[in-house]
């Protein structure tokens, strides 16, 4: 039991969270996600259908955050609705709670982990690892990370209800995403070097690609932890991809 | 240094304003007028978070009128949000607003509400509040980013008009 739920009730909320944006749509964004994903709870919950239906509704609505953080509000909702909070503190819950989610998500994952990992696969590669090593690893690693942030969102959503924020702003979410980004910024240091140096690499290619990456490295040496976006990454990994096949050289 | 951003947004404190209003206008202080929240702890704490390190302050409507001139004066570049328009219309009762400019951000569908923009929708009596505070010497308009194109009150109103 977990807030006078089964425990498969909180169980299954989670392993729905997984398909929040399922129905994702420019009208409620992740709401139809995250109503089914309450569903079980609201089952348990509401055993008059009239009162099912308003539950369902209210979870229905426009609701938008970051789809791994979001589990944060769910799990909080799940246990706003297993205490019997009344509507009105539900929603202005969700409604208080998208922004902080959704930021702090994106800024964690979008802009830092997936392109961080990436970073790590390639490098690897080009440091002479199988390209099943560089992938298993991007897999790998991305996942625990993605699966370990849900985890421990719904967690402390389930744990704290409403009070999340405190235990938000005690995790540093923003001081892990700038200590992830040096690392990051590391590894697009040493990804430059590694292609410089493969055999393979931009060295075969000629002396003007050299030329480029040089100044790549050192542009990104000098004003990379400023400027760090995934645009620039992608970009990055796109010309390092495209000498990898041979394209350049 | 003037209050930077009049703006009437139910997300309030969100990612449109703080990276999009935000990265332009840089302020160093939100104001967020709001009866509701300003009794409400948990939901400041929530909404200080997404405030990416800048001061957030909470204000009850009657407390805010009485403040405007103290916010205006203080150093702090200052936005200041609402999540409706009843409660900027309060705000810019007597003429408190004239020569301001609020922009309409985030007012998303409810019942009794017309589309005036994909991103602003609004009942008979907010488009009538709207409208004695642009009389009165306000500029409204509606605009999601500072960048996007502004749509003035008069071309929001037929866009209201002749929606379903």
Redesign the interface.
Known sequence: MSNGLPRAAVVSAFLRSFLIQGSWNYRSMLGGGFAFAMLPTLRRLFTEQPARQAALARHLE?FNAHPYMSNMALGAAVKLEAEGADADTVR??K??????L???G?GLVWATWLPGVSLLALTLYWMGAPGWVAAATFLVVYNVGHVGLRLWAFRVGLAHG?????R??KADLAGWTERLQGVASMLLGGLVGAVLLGGDGLRAAGPVWVGVAAAAGAAGLLVGHRSWRPAAVTVVAAVVGLSALGWLS | MPIVLYRVDERLVHGQVVIGWGSQLHPDRYVVVDDDLSQSQWEQDLYRLGAGGAEVVFSGCTEARGRLAEWRDAPQRTILLTRDVATMSRLAEGGALNGESIVLGGVHPAPGRREALTYVHLTEKEMADLAVIAAAGADVFGGDLPDSQRVDLDHLRRRWNSSN
């Open positions: 426009l202005r819950f409604l208080a709670v998208r922004g902080p959704g930021s702090l994106d409403r009070e999340v924020g405190g938000l702003a």
